[in-house]
């Protein structure tokens, strides 16, 4: 902060104009006080509420894990099970129609 100057040696209208310029800072200072005032109250208002989104998920976090018996999707035949044995191909068709085409005859 730069010491304030020394009033006694300006004129009348120095002074007049030292306050008028001082007195535009002002009015600037407080416009932008006022607006960070106004984002801040945004910015507590989205951290309060992004901490209740965190804790709801956090909660999410220690509920037991899904098993077939407290899911709501439907069971998958396990892995490796092929369409012979009543399960699900293990590949598309698109995928085994690409793979037989390239194969050697």
Do not use: H, Q, Y
């Amino acid at each position: 902060m730069t010491p304030p100057p020394d009033l006694s040696i300006l004129s009348s209208s120095e002074k007049d104009t030292l306050i008028g310029v001082l007195m535009a800072r002002l009015d600037a200072l407080e416009a932008r006080v006022s607006a960070l005032e106004a984002e801040n109250a945004t910015l507590r208002a989205e951290n309060s509420a992004l901490k209740a989104e965190n804790a709801t998920l956090r909660e999410k976090l220690n509920l037991p894990p899904k098993t077939p018996d407290n899911s709501s999707k439907a069971r998958v035949p396990a892995r490796g099970v092929g369409a012979l044995a009543g399960g699900w191909p293990l590949r598309s068709p698109r995928l085994n129609f690409l793979l037989c085409e390239s194969a050697p005859n």
